[in-house]
């Protein structure tokens, strides 16, 4: 005897089309502006910009997060996992964050108040404080859980 499983519903609630409705008119306005203001936005540059974060996102980023995560679930055991996920992820934003200031995109020879810091600096420092903080955080917890046990 088979059981028959139903389809899944496939009918949206209220609440998704809202959040598409919303989404949709963002979005919109987003490419009106670009278009309206073609001067500043260089709509071209900034088409294929989107076209190749996607591609690189999809090719590489993906991919190497991907990898990252079953190798630290392998290598990594117990509670250092969640520290050293939580490291991984606050890095990556840092860095990702980082990259038009550190790369210098909107510089100008001509105006040294754009973009007048070191950056990479900046980074590094974030970087580094991040990864005591979680380290800490860590720690307390180690020791917390050791004179609880």
């Known amino acids: 005897m088979s059981v ?8 949206f609630g209220p609440l998704f089309w809202l959040c598409a409705g919303t989404g949709g008119a963002v979005m919109l306005f987003g490419v009106w502006g670009a278009l309206s203001r073609a001067g500043a936005t260089r709509p071209v540059w ?19 997060a991907c990898a990252t995560g079953v190798v630290l679930r392998r290598r ?3 509670p250092l996992r969640a520290s050293v996920q939580c ?10 964050f ?4 550190v790369a210098g995109f909107g510089r100008q020879p001509d105006n040294p108040s754009l973009l007048p810091g070191n950056y990479t600096a900046g980074l590094a420092i974030a970087l580094v404080v991040a990864s005591a903080s979680i380290g800490v955080v860590f720690g307390l917890a180690r020791r917390r859980a050791r004179s609880e046990a």
């Open 46 to 64: 900034l088409a294929t910009y989107l076209v190749g974060a996607a591609i690189v996102h999809d090719g590489i980023v993906a991919p190497v």
């Open 76 to 78: 990594v055991r117990g």
């Open 98 to 101: 980082s990259i038009p200031l």
């Open 4 to 11: 028959q499983q139903e389809p899944p519903d496939t009918k």
């Open 87 to 96: 490291c991984l992820i606050v890095s990556g934003v840092l860095v990702l």
